[in-house]
């Protein structure tokens, strides 16, 4: 359920292209072994295997496989459009990737944490093995603090935010770039899906242009085949239970 896998699935489904899929249990931490560390040395998921190459970071695999697979294209003609599009992409690497991270583990996700590493020592062996130390900072922070977590506040604005500047593009074609779905439409899904099964779908309850826009891509051969087919049941009720009671807050985040 990697929003970023799902985004790179979608794509590949997308352009009719058959891949091998070596799916990893982040949180069984198969993602920090060493033959995995041989393919992406930062431990993280999507990395593209093509040719015997490595192509790392999952905006730069959609756009090679752009490039590389041409057709059907997923970036407009128009020079301007295009730049639009991967400006949408720059947007998630430019915080959005690290938001739906906080808001995710802050609400559902540190609880599989929590349960899996039950003591405090086996939690900093968790913590030891992420390299970064930003993102294990960060990590630190949203599991210890949960919704108490100062992150949750800036994550909450920055979605706010988009959640408008998407459904003000909506408003002109239905796509976030020209006419035709592109590859922003399919980068951006997963990150507002991923507010629906945690239950936050009432944010744009009053922007009818997201909802029509997420009814759109999921009508999509890609999402079936790089998303729907994907989703993990144990994943999606998690979310649903420990995000029946995160509307409120959130909703006080915003109105402080
Ligand atoms: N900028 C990277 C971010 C990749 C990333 O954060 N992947 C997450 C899943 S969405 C991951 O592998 N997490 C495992 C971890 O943090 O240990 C990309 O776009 O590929």
Redesign the pocket.
Known sequence: M????QKTRMVLAHKGLEWESKH?D?RA?E??SAEFRKINP?????ALVHDDKVV??????VQYLDEVFAAPPLLPVDAVERAEARGWLIR??AGL?EHI?VVSFCVAFRHQILQRHATPESLQEFFA??RDPS?RAV?EDIVTNGLMSSRLLLAVFVYDKLLKDMTSCLAASGCLVGRELSLADFAMLPYIERLEQLQLSQWWESYPELGRWLARLRATPAYELGVAQWSNPAYLQLMKESGSDAWPKIQALLSD
């Open positions: 990697s929003v970023c896998a990893l982040l931490g993602q920090f930062k431990g993280l998921v999507p790392l970071e999952s905006n730069a695999i998630l690497d990737h991270a093995q992420i993102r990590m």
